[in-house]
């Protein structure tokens, strides 16, 4: 089901911008895919990236990065408590 509705990427750009490569990876597919978010719970290497706005800048493209609650709050605000 997922692959189905997946698109696989191959990123040509690589970033290192996180201390763990395994999270440098998840941007470079973030940055070629032109993912609008990529989710997480990782305080010390993803979430410790971003700005003011939620955001890291990955050249010129910013990529919104969330935990999962403020995700679904943005996504689907009718479902706030």
Do not use: C, T, W
């Not at 597919?29 to 290497?45: N, P, T, W």
């Amino acid at each position: 089901m997922f692959r189905d509705a997946s698109n696989i990427v191959f990123p040509s750009r690589k970033f290192n911008i996180a201390k763990d490569p395994d999270d440098n990876e998840l941007f470079s597919v973030a940055f070629e895919s032109r993912a609008g978010y990529i989710i997480s719970l990782d305080k010390k290497h993803v979430l410790s990236l971003r700005d003011e706005k939620k955001e890291v800048v990955l050249d010129n493209y910013k990529v919104k990065v969330l935990r999962p609650a403020e995700f679904l709050e943005e996504v689907f605000p009718e479902f706030q408590k």
